[in-house]
C-alpha cells in the first residue's frame, strides 16, 4: 500500500498535465498546444535522406546542369570565334591545300614486286596518278580551321 502511495505521488508531480493543480511555464512548452478553430498553420517535417538518395539527387541537379552549361559554353565560343579573323595556314598541308598521297609518296606510280626479279608498274589508285590529294584537315582551302568550325554543334541549324 505503501508503494501505491509513492506511486500516484510520482506520478502527479511528474506529470502535472494528470493533477488539476496548475502547471509551471517549464511544464506548459512540454505540453501539445491546441490550435484554434479555422487557423491553419503550416507543418515543416523532417524528411529522412540516405546516403544513396542524396547522391542520386546530387547527381541528377549536376547532370541537369551539364546538359545545359556545355551547349552554352560552346554555343558563345563557336559566336566568339566567328568575330574573329582566321589567317593561320593549315597545319597538315603547310597551307598549299593539298597533301602528298601516302601510297605512291608523291611519284603518283606505284612499284609491285611479282616475284621472280619481276616487277610491275601501275597507277596509283589512292591518287589517281596525280601525287597528291586534297587536304582532309582543310579541305583545301589552306587556312587551318578552329576546332570548333570542324564540328557541327550548332543548335539554330536543326
Do not use: H, W
Amino acid at each position: 500500500m505503501a508503494m501505491t502511495t509513492t506511486s500516484s505521488r510520482l506520478t502527479t508531480t511528474q506529470y502535472s498535465f494528470l493533477s488539476s493543480t496548475p502547471c509551471s511555464p517549464t511544464t506548459m512548452a512540454a505540453l501539445p498546444r491546441r490550435r484554434r478553430a479555422g487557423a491553419r498553420y503550416p507543418r515543416i517535417q523532417a524528411i529522412e535522406f540516405d546516403q544513396n538518395t542524396v547522391v542520386a539527387i546530387t547527381v541528377g541537379v549536376v547532370s541537369v546542369a551539364a546538359g545545359i552549361g556545355i551547349p552554352i559554353f560552346y554555343e558563345n565560343q563557336i559566336d566568339n570565334s566567328a568575330k574573329r579573323d582566321n589567317n593561320q595556314p593549315c597545319f597538315p598541308c603547310s597551307g598549299s591545300g593539298a597533301q602528298v598521297c601516302r601510297f605512291c609518296t608523291g611519284a603518283g606510280t606505284v612499284t609491285v614486286v611479282i616475284g621472280n626479279g619481276e616487277s610491275e608498274v601501275s597507277k596509283c589508285v589512292n591518287c589517281d596518278g596525280i601525287g597528291s590529294l586534297t587536304c582532309t584537315t582543310c579541305q583545301g582551302s589552306g587556312i587551318q580551321p578552329r576546332y570548333l568550325d570542324r564540328r557541327n554543334l550548332s543548335c539554330r541549324d536543326l
